[in-house]
């Protein structure tokens, strides 16, 4: 570091003694000074050394992982907690949708009853029966019962001041409101007349008549009411599929619709005083609102039943009228009332202890139940009150007067949920009453090719009939009639096969082919159809709970619920045939779907399927029987591929769920809407008339045993693409 030198002053003591010169520095320092400068050097150095350090340190904390840094811990922290409200927000949506998919589907449905239906006239005991009293297994003067989803009931138990929940094929109930005996505060009732269920928001709406107001009352653990209408003589309650409340007040003759928090409601029929005018009423009792919002009434007094369309302000007759005799097939006094989308109305006949249908147009009724005087035997009613559909297809009857021991003789089969979930009794304070007074409730099987049920009820036998009619055969004579099941359903299966012919394209709408051709995305999902088959593939939660995108998919000439999507217009359609990769990409969607639903596509070229590999199936198959919303994509997906060149494709997959169903047992709960819906998209007459011969053709080797692979390959029928493509 330093050089020895002569001769040089000292550069602290400025003496001629220096000797050593410092480098660093270039001065020169005498022997005793050089070692100060040397030891001041080495501090300096070690002052260096050590800020050094601590810069390495600083720098070494700045350059490590964010999650060290206090403000990134707390951003992290705050991503991570916004990330899980956001998931439990969407999955409380997922389930909320999951609860009330089920009931929206049901409510696109009324089902129609065939003319020729034979109704089984004799009823089992399906709640009470156990003589009047207040115990859990007794009723006293039942006036309405409300069956949901799940088939458990609510009854209005009337004179004890409480509304009953019963399940199904309980032997008692519980009781969810009133109880506290007879009075006006919030925890107690007077009289309930009437209860329905809101299934949305998981309450109660009662009909509290004897304190002249209107309820509502939590479903689960609810100790209190809260009082929704006031100073209302409510006589019958009903809920439309966008939560209208309807009331009918049969002392000012009139039912209004009430939007909750509403203070005054709307009247939609009545309200210009009582009298037998087209646009008057008189003691106005249950109601029925159908898909377009139209209002039936039972109009009691004036014995008729009145159709109030929206908006009118006035009615129309479409059962009954003044002055009706007493045991003639006309109505005395009507109650309850239900109508199908034919028009067909079906009424309860208090008076005369029985229960009619009214085709549309009719000048008479048809006795379907009761009619055989009043009584309390299974085939007799005391002063019937009501009438509804429930879901399962069943008829359910409030009967109130006699003790009464009814046995179950029949069976029943529960079939595709496709009614609307109601019940509604009215209030009547002048019905007769008997000393010999018990309570039951009562199902009664109905036999008969359709399928369909409906819910009646009678009030002086204490008691609620079930009528079921179950025989399911695969027969062609509902072939291209358009009146032989749900009507509505039916128009459209038959504009389809005859490709929309009321339906005009619009050249400007180009959404589908631009989806298809890998130009537009979906939406809300946001996805290329790309996209959508590679990353959704096998992500079975998503194609479960996600719903728009079916729409995007599937195309029809017909409006889906996805709002963002318009109708599939027929120029599109021959675009898409004429891009080879579109069409493709129509088989991938199919194959996808396939999938989700538990098969595999094994020959495209003839479009077989065979279940998914292992027992990777299971699952699946286990979604499909449980989840009826699919069996409506089915009908999409079956549909779409006629309007392409994938006709050939609905045979071979038609032909495995009847084996799955008939022969395996795997999908039970798809037998309905195979038979209803999937097998009519089938556009060849030819071909709905051969599975339907292979249906029959299974159901008879399954009864004999025959169910090996072998003996099924003998009955298959030999359908082909060429010849679908002719068809």
Known sequence: M??????????????????????????????????????????????????????????????????????????????????????QTAEEARQLLLKNFDLIIAQLYVPNISANTKWIQKGITAAGGNGRGVGLNQLNYPRNVYIDSDQTMYIADYSNHRIMEWKYGATSGQVVAGGNRLGNRTHQLNNPSDVIVDEEQDCLIISDYGNRRVMRWPRRNGTNGQILISDIDCSGLMMDNHGFLYVSDSQKHEVRRWRMGDESGTVVAGGNGRGSRLDQLSFPTSTFVDRDHSVYVSDSENHRVMKWMKGAKEGIVVAGGPDQKKGSIQLSSPRGVFTDSLGTVYVVDWSNARVLSWPKGATQGTIIVGGNGEGAEAHQFYCPMEETTIPKHEQHTLDTAYKTEIRNDKTRLNTENQSKTRSNISNDSNQPTTSKTSSRVINNDEYNKNNVNQQRSDTNNRSIISLTNYRITFDDSDDDDASSYISWARRDILEYRNNYPSVRSDSKITQNYRFYTNQLESYPDGDLIDNIHKLWFRDYDRLEFHHGYTQWLFPLQERGLNCYTEPLQKHEIESIKKDEKALKRILTSYELMLDFYGFKLIDKKTGEIDRLSGDSYKSRFHNLNTSSHNYLRITRILKCLGEFDYEYLKFPFLEQILREIIIENTLPNCLQSCKDYWIETLRSRNERHAIRQYARQLVEYRNQGLTSSKSLRAIRPSITKETAAKS
Do not use: Y
Not at 35 to 48: G, P, T
Not at 68 to 86: A, F, G, L, N, P
């Open 2 to 87: 330093a050089t020895t030198i002569e001769k040089n002053c000292c550069a602290i003591c400025n003496k001629e003694k220096a000797k050593s010169k410092c480098e660093g520095c270039s001065k020169d320092f005498c022997s005793s000074h050089f070692a100060d400068h040397r030891q001041e050097l080495s501090k300096q150095i070690d002052e260096v050394e050590v800020s050094c350090d601590l810069f390495r340190q600083m720098l070494t904390q700045q350059s490590s992982p964010s999650s060290q840094h206090s403000v990134m811990q707390h951003i992290d922290k705050w991503e991570r907690d916004s990330i899980q409200k956001v998931r």
